[in-house]
Every structure is written in C-alpha cells, then in structure tokens.
C-alpha cells in the first residue's frame, strides 16, 4: 500500500453511513440495554445522553454503569474505559495506511469515533483498494446517531416501566458479557488458562474485599498476561 | 434533565481514557513500534477482561446466576444473535427465581 491518493470526500462519509446500516441491528439493542442500565443507576436522560456521545463505546458505557455508586465513581470510571477500550488503541495505527495521509480534525476528529466495527469495515476497505478515508467517519456517524436514539429510548422505557431492584431484565447487563465471550475464545489451548486465572484472581480480590474496579483490574490484567506469556514461549 | 457535577466529571474522565485509547493508541504506535509483549498482551485483553467482570458479579447472584450464565453462552454458541442470548439469559434468570 503506497498511501498515495487517498482522499476524505463527502461522498465516502455517505458511503460509510450506508454500508452501516445494517450494523445498527446489531447495537441497537445494547444500546437499549446501556439505557435501562443506565437510567436504574439513578442518571438522568441528558446525563445518560451525554455519556454515550462523548464515551461512545458501549461495552465500556455498560462496565461503568456496573460499578456505578453515588456520588459518581469518576476514578473507578474512567479506570473502566480505560482497560475495556485498550483494545482500540491498535486498531488506529492498523488504519495508518488512510489516517497517516489526514491531517487537523479529518484525523483526530474521526479517530474519536473509531469503533470496532467501523475499524473492521475499513480494514476490508483498505485491503479491496478504497483510498476514501472519509468512509471511516461514516461508518461510524450512522452507529453514533442510532446509539444515541436507542440509549434515549431505552433511558425512557425503563423509567416508564420503573422496574424494581434485583428484576430480572437487569441480568442483560451480565448476559452481554458472557455472550461477548463466545466470539472471543479461541480454543483451549490459546485461552483455557488465562481466563481460569482471571477468574481466579478477580473473585479471590472481590472476597478479600476490594471495592471495583480492582477486581476486574487485577483479573483482566494478570491473564492477559498469562496468554501473552503463553503464545510468546510457544513461539 | 438534571447534570449533576459528579456525574459530569465522571463522564469526562471517561471520555478522556477512551479518546487516549483511540487517538493516543494511533499517535504513540506510529512513533513507536511497541515492544511484542505489549502487543500481544493486548491482543489477549478481552477474553480475561470480560472473564473478570462476570465472575464476582454471577458469585453474587449464587447458583441462579452461574445457571443462567451457562444458558447464554450456550444461546450464543447456538444462534450466533447477541440479541437471543441476552433474552435468553434473562428469561432463565426470570425462570430460576421462580423454582430456587
């Protein structure tokens, strides 16, 4: 890839927000469910708002909200988008081959918006030959507009529906992440260890009483850790 | 329509990890080839963190959660629909609070 020729048009925004459409299937009802989540935490609709345009990330958004306490937990917050969204940092220099050729808000304004699939699209892109860069920020508007939708929604029902403490419709929250898990695992081999340890380490910080996000710090980190350690000698 | 200061702060702290995760990974990888142990960390990171999360808050929830939990993993493995799984979870967790 020679990076020559790549351009940022209006055209490839609006491409971007076509091809996205049908994601939106996919993350409407997460955003729905950030919205319940969040509005049974005690935030307010324009708080709730606020948080998924500016965080716009909802595995994150959902993490947060789980370690929520009042007044708001701002260390254990930001600590928890800070671990979930590690995982993003590599996907923008990935993308260098369109990024490294933007320059002023085109480059630092569409890498706030960078998301998983948004990421994954114009990788496809870059690698069919696309040289319109602008189909990134696309991608990733039409997401953030319907997650801004569904969040609000979501927000209201719950607060119509004033669901009581321990109901079971907040188990969404949980069943997200065990279902996240599924893609994720790659074979025994790969992932059996590192994710007992991980359990291990976060439920034995959790019983000796250490309050969020130290837990699921401690857990994530060490077996990630272990893995990396694990496929390094293997090598 | 409240906006509490706390609240605020909370976000923005959250806003700013995120943006130093999207624009900072960017910035700093292109400067710096990462060391290989970084990397692959990193590529290790999501299974043990999502692990992380469940596991204190399904211990919480007893034997009912851990059930339901084996419910969704299995309706995800099955179906392939995040959508399916999550309802599927929440149903078994609706029906387990009738019977334990």
Redesign the interface.
């Known amino acids: 890839m020679s990076g020559g020729g790549v351009t940022f048009t209006s055209a490839g925004v609006l491409r971007g927000m076509q091809v996205g459409i049908p994601l939106v299937i996919g993350t409407f009802p997460f955003g729905l469910v950030v919205g319940v989540i969040s509005g049974a935490k005690g935030l307010s609709l324009l708080e709730t708002l606020v948080m998924s345009g500016v965080v716009f990330a909802g595995a994150s958004q959902l993490l947060a909200l789980e370690l929520w306490t009042d007044p708001a937990p701002v260390l254990a917050a930001s600590l928890a988008a800070l671990v979930v969204n590690l995982r993003l940092a590599p996907m923008g220099a990935a993308l260098a081959p369109w990024l490294d050729r933007l320059r002023g808000w085109k480059l630092w304004g569409t890498l706030a918006t960078l998301v998983d699939h948004s990421y994954a699209f114009s990788i496809a892109e870059i690698r069919r030959g696309g040289r319109d860069a602008g189909y990134l920020l696309g991608v990733a508007l039409i997401l953030w507009m319907f997650w801004m939708v569904a969040v609000g929604l979501g927000h209201v029902l719950g607060a119509v529906v004033q669901l009581p403490p321990g109901h079971p419709l907040y188990f969404a929250a949980v069943a997200t992440f065990c279902a996240l898990l599924v893609p994720v695992w790659q074979g025994v081999r790969r992932d059996l260890l590192p994710w007992i340890l991980a359990a291990a380490v976060s439920l034995g910080a959790w019983e000796i009483g250490l309050g969020a996000p130290w837990p699921l710090l401690a857990g994530a980190l060490s077996g990630a850790a272990l893995g990396a350690w694990m496929e390094l000698r293997r090598r | 329509?409240?906006?509490?200061l706390?609240?605020?702060?909370?976000?923005?702290?959250?806003?700013?990890?995120?943006?130093?995760?999207?624009?900072?990974?960017?910035?700093?990888?292109?400067a710096f080839r990462p060391p290989?142990?970084v990397?692959?960390?990193?590529?290790?990171?999501?299974?043990?963190?999502?692990?992380?999360?469940?596991?204190?808050?399904?211990?919480s929830q007893g034997a009912k959660?851990f059930l339901?939990?084996v419910v969704?993993?299995a309706?995800?493995?099955v179906t392939g629909s995040?959508?399916a799984?999550?309802l599927?979870?929440?149903?078994a967790?609706?029906g387990l609070?009738l019977v334990i």
């Open positions: 329509m409240t906006l509490r706390d609240v605020l702060l909370a976000i923005l702290g959250m806003a700013l990890a995120t943006y130093l995760c999207r624009a900072g990974g960017y910035a700093l990888f292109r290989r142990y990397e692959v960390t990193l590529q290790h990171l999501p299974g043990p963190l999502f692990v992380a999360y469940v596991a204190p808050t399904l211990a959660g339901a939990a969704v993993v309706a995800q493995a995040l959508v799984a999550i599927a979870g929440v149903a967790m609706w609070g």
